[in-house]
């Protein structure tokens, strides 16, 4: 088992130019073996070599969260990452040990069927990015594979997805919504003979977000995966424990805005506004974890929508002394879901806010070409160095490391907009400011 450093102190490796450990303090080599792997081979912890490939791509050191799990215990940790040359020096912070993470659809949710005796199950699980943790013993030789050869490598390189009988993939489509899935089918890149169908469950990390999945696999033609039943189970406890309180919320608030129960003071009946819209946003993000996540999309307003993300951040911007400012624009039509728009434009209006000094404006400007219509959110903050500009749109980065927030939120905000067929762009430069564009396909 491996073992926190006796002392609080940095837990130093290094990495060649193709990932693999070659010198390593002996709480990182310990946690190497229990892998499955030794000094000298690839190293077998993907959330730690995925800082290490980040850094060496962008060639700028790299810090940010990370799990490594031990044979009998998740290790939290905080992962520093430097270039040096065609190698990446490590240093592993803040190792904190606590017992395995359970799947999210834990006990409650098992029936009779989950626990038959002699059930064969074939188990898998991977990262946020779809790299591999681990694949057990017979699933691993079933696909013709080595156990220790699967670690780190992108699901897509072990197994062949295809489309179902509808043209859908529902791995895919789980990975967009965050939520899980069942009848995906794949076969194995190592033997196109071997049909394989494909379940999931989300895995959620120590702060309770996205951290993969973990599921199982079953040969075609077999009984379906036990964890299929648990996540319908699931969604079906979401509608009645989150959908219906929040409906009756905004029911409440539309009641409050109409005056419905009696005469109100006008400022009393503008804060039900403001409630309804947030419950509505929060509304969708629920809707997100559920089977109706998976929208096609349709014509949308963006000038409505900033509207309704501006509502929801007007309490913050009063408090940090930042007005916004909306350009008066009559309905701008583009196409894409409106659960991600409002998402990305409340993360671009947020962080405009968060960077901006007091008495400063952020202002909202739309605007269209032939084929694109567009919405621009512009702050009079510090402004962001050019060589920073790329580096922010990654995960867990922020403009400044010891600024608030988990660096979560471009990155989300990008990844949506292209799968909209829009993108999120910047245009700054030190000491004058930012212009964040989400760009989305004209309706």
Partial sequence: MASAPSEPRAV???LDNVGRLIAADPELEALQREAGAAIGQIL????????????????TPVSRPAIAA????DIDLWVHATPDGDEVGLSLERWTVRPPAGPRLGSPFAGEADLQPGAVHHE??????LRLISVSGDLAELLGFDVAECAGLPLTKVFRLEENDEGDMPLVAALAARHGFSGQRARSRADESQSIALAGEVVT????????????AEVEGGSPPARANQIAYFDEALDEVLRAPLDRIIDSAE???ERADGPLRSDYASYGNDIAAAARHLLSVVRGMGDDAVQDQQAIDLTALSAE???MLEATAEERGVEIEMESSQPLMGTGQERAVIQIIVNLVGNAIRYSPQGKTVQLSFGRTHGTASVTVTDEGPGIAVADQQRIFERFERAEPREEGAGLGLAISRRLARSMGGDVTLDSSPGKGARFTLTLPRA
């Fill in 12 to 14: 130093l490796g290094r």
């Fill in 44 to 59: 077998a912890l993907p959330q730690i070599l995925a800082v290490a490939q980040l850094a060496r791509e962008l060639g």
């Fill in 70 to 73: 031990s044979a009998d215990q």
């Fill in 124 to 129: 898998w699980e991977a990262d946020e990015e």
């Fill in 205 to 216: 990390s120590a702060d309770g977000g996205f951290a993969g999945f973990r599921g199982t």
């Fill in 255 to 257: 009641r409050i805005v």
């Fill in 309 to 311: 993300a501006v509502v």
